[in-house]
C-alpha cells in the first residue's frame, strides 16, 4: 500500500522510454532507480500510427520488443518496490491488446521468478450501452466532428475509451504492483502514483505531459528516458542519460506537441494550464518548473475512439527519373488520374463510386501538399498509387488496370515512350482492410472509473 500523504514531500517518476517496445539503454533504468522513484511509467500505444491497429486490435510493437522492455522493467520495478503502470497497451487499447501484453508479462515474471500482483484494466465499449447513452443525451462531439449516428457504433470493430488516472490509482491502491490498461491518456499512466501520494495537480499533470515521450524532452531524444521530481511546489525533470539534458526550451517545447493550445490540455478531469509556468534551468542537465495549474471540470467526461472498415486496399509504387516528366509531375499525375479514370470504365465498367484511389507523389508534394514552400522541380519522384474498393478483387483489378501506365504513360506532347520502374514485383500489393477513425466524441459520466473493468490476475506471494 502507498505510504500516508501526510507525510510524502515529494514523489518521483521514472519513465524509461516514450512507448512500451521502442527499446531504451538498461543503464539508463539504472541510473534511474538511483534516484529513488516510486513508480515506473511507460505509454503502450497511440493514435500516431493510424486507425489500423485499433481497427484490428493488433499491436504495432513485436512480442520481442515488448518482452525485452517488460523484463527490464518488471525486474527494476520488483527489484524497487514499486508498481509499473502501462496504458494504451498493444497500441490501440483494446481489451485483446492487454491481454497481449498480459500474456508477455507472465512469460517473463514466470522466467525471471518474479511474483508480482497484477492488474488488467479493460477499456473497450460495448455499443449497446453508448447508444443509451446517445439517447440520454450524454455523448458529445468534438471538432470537427458532428453529432453522433448511432449505426456509426456498430460499423465499429472495437471502440475504446480513453481513461484518466483514476482506474490506474484505484488497481495500485487494491494491492497492484503491476497494472497494465487498455486506452488511456498519455499523461494518466504518470500521474496517478503523484496523485495518489497528495502532490497538487497543476505540477502533476504538467510533468505528465513533459514525460510522456521519454527523452522527446530532452537534447538528445534517442537517449533513453526521464526522471520527474514532483513536490508542492512544481516539479524537476532531468534525462537519465547522464551524458544528455533537459533545458528550459526544450522542456517548454514539449507543450507544443500533440496539443491544440500550448497552454492548455484537457484531461478526463479537467485542464492543465501552463500559462504562468516558469521553466528554471537548476544546471547543465536539470529544469525546474513552478506555476502550472489544473482547472477541475464541471463534468467529467471520456473520450471515445472507434475505427471502422472503409473497403480494402491494394497498392503500387513506381519511381520517375525521366527529367521532363519529373519537371511537369502535376501534369503528369493529373493526366494519370483522368487516363486511369477512363480505362477502368473501359476495362471493368466500374464508376466513381464503385472505387476509389489516390495519388502521390513523393519528393515533390507528398507530405505538405500545395503548401509546399519548394516549387523547385524534383530530380526523382515516387508515385505511389492506392487504390480502395469494397472488395480487395476489385481494388487489385484496378491496380493492375494502372500498371502499364505507372509504367511508360507519356505526356501528350512527348515523341518518346518514357520508362518509369516500379520498386516491387509484382508492382500490385495487397493491403487487405483499410480502416479509417469515426469517433472524435464524449461521454459524459458519474464515476471516472465506471466505464472500465478491472481484473486482478492473481494475488501476490506474502512470504
Not at 20 to 26: P, S, V, W
Not at 237 to 263: F, G, K, N, Q, R
Amino acid at each position: 500500500m502507498p505510504p500516508s500523504t501526510d507525510t510524502v514531500e515529494r514523489v518521483g517518476i521514472l519513465v524509461p522510454s516514450g512507448m512500451l517496445g521502442a527499446g531504451f539503454d538498461t543503464a539508463t533504468v539504472e541510473r534511474g532507480l538511483t534516484l529513488g522513484p516510486d513508480v515506473i511509467a511507460v505509454d503502450g500505444g497511440s493514435t500516431d500510427s493510424g486507425p489500423y491497429y485499433l481497427g484490428t486490435g493488433t499491436a504495432k510493437t513485436s512480442a520481442a520488443a515488448v518482452g525485452r522492455d517488460l523484463r527490464v522493467l518488471l525486474k527494476a520495478a520488483a527489484s524497487a518496490g514499486i508498481p509499473l503502470v502501462i496504458g494504451s497497451c498493444g497500441t490501440g487499447g483494446t481489451d485483446s491488446g492487454v491481454d497481449w501484453v498480459a500474456g508477455i508479462a507472465a512469460t517473463v515474471m514466470a522466467e525471471e521468478g518474479l511474483d508480482l500482483k497484477t492488474a488488467r484494466i479493460y477499456s473497450e465499449q460495448e455499443p449497446s450501452f453508448l447508444k443509451e447513452r446517445l439517447d440520454a443525451g450524454r455523448i458529445q462531439p468534438l471538432a470537427p466532428l458532428g453529432d453522433l449516428d448511432a449505426a456509426v457504433l456498430e460499423e465499429c470493430t472495437h471502440i475504446v475509451g480513453m481513461m484518466g488516472h483514476e482506474p490506474f490509482a484505484e488497481a495500485i491502491e487494491a494491492g497492484a504492483q503491476v497494472v497494465l490498461a487498455g486506452r488511456a491518456t498519455d499523461t494518466a499512466v504518470a500521474a496517478a502514483v503523484p496523485l495518489m501520494l497528495g502532490m497538487p495537480a497543476g505540477p502533476t499533470w504538467h510533468a505528465a505531459k513533459i514525460v510522456e515521450c521519454g527523452g522527446q524532452c530532452t537534447t538528445n531524444p534517442r537517449a533513453g528516458g526521464v526522471f520527474a521530481t514532483i513536490d508542492k511546489a512544481g516539479f524537476v525533470i532531468e534525462p537519465l542519460d547522464p551524458a544528455s539534458a533537459c533545458t528550459p526550451i526544450s522542456v517548454a517545447a514539449h507543450m507544443l506537441y500533440e496539443t491544440v493550445d500550448p497552454y492548455r490540455m484537457r484531461e478526463p478531469a479537467g485542464t492543465l494550464d501552463v500559462s504562468d509556468a516558469m521553466y528554471t534551468a537548476l544546471d547543465g542537465r536539470r529544469v525546474r518548473v513552478e506555476g502550472s495549474r489544473f482547472e477541475l471540470a464541471d463534468q467529467h467526461t471520456i473520450k471515445l475512439e472507434g475505427a471502422r472498415i472503409t473497403g480494402y486496399e491494394t497498392v503500387s509504387f513506381a519511381a520517375i527519373r525521366d527529367p521532363y516528366i519529373a519537371a511537369h509531375v502535376d501534369r503528369w499525375a493529373e493526366l494519370l488520374r483522368t487516363v486511369l479514370t477512363e480505362r477502368v470504365a473501359q476495362t471493368l465498367g466500374l464508376t466513381g463510386s464503385d472505387y476509389a484511389f489516390d495519388v502521390r507523389l513523393y519528393g515533390h508534394n507528398a507530405v505538405l501538399g500545395t503548401i509546399d514552400p519548394d516549387s523547385r522541380p524534383p530530380r526523382e519522384v515516387g508515385v505511389m498509387l492506392i487504390v480502395n474498393a469494397p472488395s480487395q478483387a476489385i481494388a487489385t483489378a484496378v491496380a493492375k488496370v494502372a500498371n502499364p501506365l505507372m509504367l511508360h504513360l507519356p505526356l501528350p506532347e512527348m515523341q518518346y515512350l518514357p520508362s518509369f520502374a516500379f520498386a516491387t514485383s509484382p508492382a500490385e500489393t495487397e493491403r487487405g482492410p483499410a480502416y479509417e477513425f469515426v469517433l472524435n466524441h464524449v461521454v459524459e459520466v458519474d464515476s471516472a472509473t465506471s466505464m472500465f473493468r478491472t481484473h486482478a490476475d492473481r494475488e501476490a506471494s506474502r512470504a
